[in-house]
């Protein structure tokens, strides 16, 4: 189908620029944007960024999408890379996606590959990821797309991808609202965290324990509770009113993050009706439970 803008004119396809750490799935977003039908170019220096698009435009029509792959060899590029997209001098839409893990997710991944780190030089492989989060900390702080894949096997990455650029209204907003346990971490894609522990928690009720905050007798329990409606009717106005603000900037990427002790409970419950809400004055919004299941 041929998009055009309201003056019957073609509008140019996506370009997704995708970097982040090693180890952190780099390849799998690439193969599953490749499978979405972008034109992908792995490890291209960042100064050959309008070029491609250019000759993407000239041989395959300016709706082709594109997506590149920039990782740390690249070295000293990056400033180039961000001068790029600064300057749109593609034409396109640009969206950036960082993906990164922890520490030690990514020495383990980097050990089962048995591939050392493009940094390490004589030192150890975390010396390597050190050095390399200091180099792409400000592509990381300039992102539109944040993807943390520590708990996330191929199969969630590849899954994650295909929600973000695998419809083909890709300039909607999109909503992701988590739960999680504060006892695992903070999930570090997190654009906004809210603490659902001020309310009580159905742990502590022996009915409702074993129950999780997807199930109606453990969400009507939540609800109940004093400032629970009154949280709700408070922050969702700031999540519509920032996610607003976010399409103004060009932003079409937006996660909340709504923790309590264990995920379980609370949270999810919260997350549920987050979601709900948001649904229904039109915004695309949908729920993940990191910790569910977990315990």
Request: overall charge negative; charged content about 25%.
């Amino acid at each position: 189908m041929t998009a055009a803008d309201p003056h019957g004119h073609e509008q140019h396809g996506e370009l997704v620029v995708v970097t982040g750490m090693t180890g952190a799935g780099r390849s799998t977003a690439a193969k599953e944007l490749e499978d979405l039908g972008y034109y992908v170019v792995d490890n291209m220096p960042p100064s050959l960024l309008r070029d491609v698009v250019r000759l993407v435009d000239e041989s395959r029509g300016i709706q082709q999408p594109v997506a590149v792959v920039v990782d740390v060899r690249s070295g000293s590029f990056f400033e180039t890379l961000q001068a790029n997209l600064a300057q749109r001098g593609t034409g396109r839409h640009a969206t950036l996606v960082f993906l990164e893990a922890t520490d030690d997710v990514l020495v383990r991944r980097q050990e089962a590959a048995r591939r050392p780190h493009p940094l390490q030089g004589t030192g150890r492989l975390l010396d390597g990821l050190h050095r390399e989060r200091e180099v792409l900390a400000e592509l990381r702080s300039d992102a539109d797309l944040v993807i943390d894949t520590t708990a996330l096997n191929v199969h969630q990455l590849t899954d994650r991808i295909a929600d973000a650029f695998g419809t083909p209204d890709t300039r909607r907003l999109k909503v992701t609202v988590t739960s999680f346990g504060f006892k695992y971490g903070i999930p570090v894609d997190a654009d906004f965290v809210a603490d659902m522990r001020f309310l009580p928690n159905p742990f502590w009720i022996p009915e409702l324990r074993n129950g999780t905050g997807k199930d109606v007798e453990v969400s009507d329990y939540v609800m109940s509770q004093p400032g629970a409606a009154e949280f709700l009717d408070g922050y969702v106005p700031v999540l519509e009113g920032v996610a607003a603000g976010y399409l103004r900037e060009g932003k079409r990427f937006m996660t909340v993050a709504i923790g309590c002790t264990g995920g379980k409970h609370r949270s999810v419950a919260m997350t549920e009706e987050i979601v709900r809400r948001l649904g229904a004055t039109g915004f695309e919004a949908r729920a993940t439970h990191r910790d569910l299941g977990r315990e």
